[in-house]
């Protein structure tokens, strides 16, 4: 039984009548999801991940989400080690807010994944806050051909895959950072990890504003029909009323009109080519930059302005740079 209770006025059906006056832009420029066959613009070294987010950056990304590649394999590493050749290069080139994944990827366990979160105590961390299936295995239809051993298995293995977030990795993963003053984009491929978030809301191990990210499209997750969307964002509204942001994200081609339609109701978008690798219909985006600035016309194009990392910042009641360990 969820114990919060909000009273809320509504002015637009599924929407909150007080949304953000500025729409924070987040770019995962590289992620665990695609391999590096898939994309010849997908980041993979520190050198590609450090001028893909000062690129996201400079064309509008308030936050920029971060994972770590094997440079020579392009197979994801969630070793801190690997995180330490690109964090203090990209710190030292933009003010964006970094946000460290803790998902890794969902092959990997729970200690495995929070490690670099632990060592640099960013100002955010993504956090899931729920298990399910985490199907990869559709991109062989498209992708027949791959450089490395690992791509093709990595996704013929997700037939079986369950990516684990129980609700003891979850409390880990908040102890682990809790002296931190890190932050979480708590990751939310579902209704009921919603309703997870509000368990562990209820129970005070999380404080608000929570960054809400909820994620679109996923075989196994919710899906990215518009009403999957009015959806979450009014269970989200009557769970957590005024003390949460919300954000968006649709996975492959389904991008762009999941960031239009969440703009829309009040909320974030996220991007990057950890969450699609195109542009539009049969076009690779060539950086992320490129969606970056493609979804703030987007933004703009309705009326809305563009978060700097410094309302960022103000909005998710962040730490600031100063305070990170690298």
Not at 88 to 106: E, F, H, Y
Not at 186 to 193: S, V
Not at 215 to 230: C, Q, T
Not at 264 to 282: A, C, H, I, P
């Amino acid at each position: 039984m969820i114990k919060h209770q909000y009273s809320l006025t509504l002015t637009i059906v599924g929407t909150k009548a007080s949304t953000v006056s500025k729409v924070i832009i987040t770019c995962a420029v590289t992620g665990a999801i695609h391999t590096p066959s898939m994309s010849p613009y997908l980041p993979v070294t520190p050198e590609e991940i450090i001028e893909a987010a000062v690129g996201a950056a400079e064309a509008g990304a308030a936050i920029i989400h971060l994972h770590a590649r094997d440079p020579v394999t392009g197979k994801p590493d969630q070793s801190p080690g690997a995180f330490a050749k690109f964090l203090p290069q990209i710190k030292q080139r933009t003010d964006a807010v970094l946000n460290l994944t803790s998902g890794g990827s969902p092959f990997m366990n729970i200690e495995e994944r929070i490690q670099p979160s632990m060592v640099f105590a960013p100002e955010v961390a993504s956090l899931n806050v729920g298990s399910f299936n985490f199907a990869l295995f559709p991109m062989l239809e498209r992708f027949t051909e791959f450089k490395q051993d690992w791509e093709r298995k990595q996704l013929e293995d997700s037939r079986d895959l369950i990516f684990r977030n129980t609700f003891k990795d979850i409390e880990f993963a908040l102890a682990a950072c809790s002296a931190n003053q890190t932050r979480f984009e708590f990751e939310c491929y579902d209704i009921g990890h919603l309703y997870n978030l509000a368990h562990f809301a209820d129970r005070g191990l999380v404080k608000p504003p929570f960054f809400v990210q909820s994620v679109f499209g996923i075989l196994g997750g919710i899906g990215v029909h518009h009403e999957d969307v009015s959806h979450m964002r009014r269970t989200a509204d009557r769970l957590f009323g005024k003390d949460y942001q919300w954000s968006v994200l649709g996975a492959g081609r389904h991008q762009m009109r999941i960031a239009a339609i969440g703009a829309g109701l009040g909320g974030n978008v996220r991007v990057g080519l950890e969450d699609s690798l195109w542009l539009g219909k049969g076009k690779l985006a060539e950086s992320n930059a490129h969606q970056v600035r493609q979804v703030r016309q987007i933004i703009e194009g309705l009326g809305l302005e563009v978060a700097t990392p410094t309302q960022a910042r103000e909005i998710l009641h962040l730490k600031g740079a100063e305070n990170v360990r690298f």
